[in-house]
């Protein structure tokens, strides 16, 4: 069983704190990661995108990925109160018949308090 | 321009209604999905199009019937539905399988 891991919170910071969210996936041979967020009754939103170790940054954005340790997070910096939401991490498969199959972990929910 | 759209928005219906949801994209997209979600669970995959072939079934019942009339088009048949089924349904696209997904804003799906 292929799983993704995340704390499901709730992760609760102070508005212009950084917020980090983590999680772990089990299949090792997993090719591209991805957080998205939701908002309570909308659709996911995809916000980060990443394929290869290291770090990506995109605005208040910085998904971070070590295959090594299976582990992808995603950090959000100055969080605003409309940061809060629920994330989603979700892992693509490298291949075979589950190409294009996103597992998703159970997501976090995050408060920003002013 | 990164679109998925989706109608309708919501739907009401009875168990022995026949009833279709539909999506549209025009990115260029070659993969299309349909997801199933549930309150406070993440989204559930039901079925894959991959340049317009069915490539995965997640073992979804055949009261849920996908179809893809071309590649902007996609949509789910819904038959003799449970008021289990009741959820928010999701389509999204992506340029290939392996890429990310981008959701539409999904058809909120009641049967009574």
């Known amino acids: 069983q292929k799983e993704v891991e995340q704390n499901s919170g709730p992760l609760s910071v102070p508005e212009g704190a950084i917020a980090s969210l983590n999680c772990t996936y089990s299949?090792?041979?997993?090719?591209?990661f991805f957080w998205y967020r939701q908002y309570s009754g909308k659709s996911p939103e995809l916000i980060m995108s990443i394929y290869s170790n290291g770090d990506k940054e995109d605005g208040r954005f910085t998904a971070q990925l070590n295959k090594a340790s299976q582990y992808v997070s995603l950090l959000i910096r100055d969080s605003q109160p409309s940061d809060s939401a629920t994330y989603l991490c979700a892992v693509n498969p490298d291949g075979g018949t589950s190409y294009g199959k996103l597992t998703f972990g159970q997501g976090t929910i995050l408060t920003v308090h002013p | 321009d990164t679109e998925v759209t989706q109608t309708p928005k919501h739907l009401v219906m009875g168990m022995t209604n026949k009833k279709s949801l539909k999506c549209e994209q025009h990115m260029g997209h070659r993969a299309m999905y349909w997801y199933k979600q549930k309150a406070k669970k993440p989204p559930e995959l039901m079925f894959v199009y991959s340049y317009e072939k069915l490539s995965i079934n997640e073992s979804v019942p055949s009261r849920f019937s996908p179809e893809c009339p071309n590649s902007s088009l996609l949509n789910l048949h819904l038959h003799a539905l449970q008021p289990e089924d009741s959820a928010l349904y999701l389509c999204a696209s992506s340029p290939g399988p392996s890429y990310e997904q981008y959701f539409g804003p999904g058809t909120r799906l009641t049967v009574t």
């Open positions: 299949d090792r041979g997993s090719q591209s």
